[in-house]
């Protein structure tokens, strides 16, 4: 994020790059960059002449190339933004020659999402040498509480803990999903408001008493009766529950109970740090522990891949989301 504060910040500044390739596996970085190239590098007025998307299905690199060789109008430059570039990565060090020598009056924003350019290759060299070459990393799911809180700070919001680590629960690691529905909550709630539970409950459609959450804390305490009837809402609202997803969370739940297990050092710092948890759900999983020995754990944990390949398809073209949803809880429970 610093990184992106400083590249904002010498636009802003006019120490413009010729060539921004922006890349890698979190998008939200790379449209954030090319949005803001594409809103404030030219007015309003030489947008109309000067300014060009363009799109890596329907172009070439040479297409790329010929446009960012061409001269501005009645302008001190021109943008030019490629989208979806990644859709070129077979052909794209044909981007080389122009990256060694590239237009000063040419701002060429290459938008490589989801890949990375090899950087021991010329062509990325050359492109880090005569402009800019960034790289959006994927965050951990630990890293992202703390973006949340990084985020809402900057816009005079604040958020508890239980309700961040909500969104992580629900929404992953997708920092654009994430930034989506706290744009929501800020059209609803006042600036300087605390984002609690309730509000993501009420205004993100996340259901306060079926969901992947509690469903997550009724194993842990080995609340049988919840568990299951969590489960049925699941398997009668396929389309908000999707069984996969649904796996997917237990299934990191009890990896993260092994790891907690094998600790040594069982101080909290350490253990939510290690495990990649939310230290405000700690206790949530030191009752786990005790509910669930090392030897459970991994035999759950060994389930849990077996159902993961069948709510795929393999093996059970008879096994409903219902029946799947109790065969899981039955080898966690017995």
């Given at each position: 994020?610093?990184?992106?504060?400083?590249?904002?910040?010498?636009?802003?500044?006019?120490?413009?790059?010729?060539?921004?390739?922006?890349?890698?596996?979190?998008?939200?970085?790379?449209?954030?960059?090319?949005?803001?190239?594409e809103q404030n590098v030219l007015s309003e007025e030489e947008k109309g002449f000067n300014q060009t998307v363009l799109y890596g299905r329907d172009v070439t690199v040479e297409d790329i190339v010929s446009s960012a060789k061409r001269y501005p109008m009645m302008a001190e430059r021109q943008v030019i933004i490629v989208?979806?570039?990644?859709?070129?990565?077979?052909?794209?060090?044909?981007?080389?020659?122009?990256?060694?020598?590239?237009?000063?009056?040419?701002?060429?924003?290459?938008?490589?999402?989801?890949?990375?350019?090899?950087?021991?290759?010329?062509?990325?060299?050359?492109?880090?040498?005569?402009?800019?070459?960034?790289?959006?990393?994927?965050?951990?799911?630990?890293?992202?509480?703390?973006?949340?809180?990084?985020?809402?700070?900057?816009?005079?919001?604040?958020?508890?803990?239980?309700?961040?680590?909500?969104?992580?629960?629900?929404?992953?690691?997708?920092?654009?999903?994430?930034?989506?529905?706290?744009?929501?909550?800020?059209?609803?709630?006042?600036?300087?408001?605390?984002?609690?539970?309730?509000?993501?409950?009420?205004?993100?459609?996340?259901?306060?008493?079926?969901?992947?959450?509690?469903?997550?804390?009724?194993?842990?305490?080995?609340?049988?009766?919840?568990?299951?009837?969590?489960?049925?809402?699941?398997?009668?609202?396929?389309?908000?529950?999707?069984?996969?997803?649904?796996?997917?969370?237990?299934?990191?739940?009890?990896?993260?109970?092994?790891?907690?297990?094998?600790?040594?050092?069982?101080?909290?710092?350490?253990?939510?740090?290690?495990?990649?948890?939310?230290?405000?759900?700690?206790?949530?999983?030191?009752?786990?522990?005790?509910?669930?020995?090392?030897?459970?754990?991994?035999?759950?944990?060994?389930?849990?891949?077996?159902?993961?390949?069948?709510?795929?398809?393999?093996?059970?073209?008879?096994?409903?989301?219902?029946?799947?949803?109790?065969?899981?809880?039955?080898?966690?429970?017995?």
């Amino acid at each position: 994020m610093d990184e992106v504060i400083k590249i904002v910040n010498d636009i802003k500044n006019g120490n413009i790059k010729p060539i921004y390739f922006l890349m890698g596996e979190e998008p939200y970085y790379i449209d954030k960059l090319s949005d803001y190239i594409e809103q404030n590098v030219l007015s309003e007025e030489e947008k109309g002449f000067n300014q060009t998307v363009l799109y890596g299905r329907d172009v070439t690199v040479e297409d790329i190339v010929s446009s960012a060789k061409r001269y501005p109008m009645m302008a001190e430059r021109q943008v030019i933004i490629v989208k979806e570039a990644q859709e070129l990565s077979r052909t794209i060090e044909k981007l080389e020659s122009y990256a060694d020598n590239p237009m000063p009056t040419t701002v060429l924003v290459i938008c490589y999402k989801y890949k990375t350019l090899d950087k021991r290759k010329k062509v990325t060299k050359v492109l880090a040498k005569n402009g800019l070459v960034f790289e959006s990393k994927k965050l951990y799911e630990n890293q992202v509480g703390e973006w949340i809180k990084r985020v809402l700070s900057g816009k005079e919001y604040a958020i508890e803990p239980k309700a961040s680590a909500m969104l992580v629960e629900f929404l992953g690691t997708d920092l654009s999903k994430i930034n989506n529905e706290l744009e929501k909550l800020q059209i609803i709630l006042p600036k300087g408001a605390t984002i609690f539970a309730k509000d993501i409950e009420e205004n993100i459609g996340f259901s306060k008493d079926f969901n992947v959450f509690e469903l997550r804390k009724a194993i842990g305490e080995r609340n049988q009766l919840k568990a299951y009837t969590i489960a049925e809402n699941f398997a009668n609202n396929p389309k908000d529950n999707p069984m996969v997803v649904t796996t997917s969370l237990v299934f990191g739940f009890f990896v993260q109970l092994l790891k907690y297990h094998g600790l040594k050092d069982k101080n909290p710092k350490n253990v939510a740090t290690v495990i990649g948890v939310n230290p405000y759900f700690l206790k949530e999983y030191d009752l786990a522990l005790k509910n669930y020995p090392m030897r459970k754990v991994s035999q759950v944990v060994a389930s849990l891949r077996d159902i993961d390949v069948k709510s795929k398809g393999v093996g059970a073209n008879a096994m409903s989301n219902s029946d799947l949803l109790r065969e899981m809880l039955y080898h966690i429970f017995n």
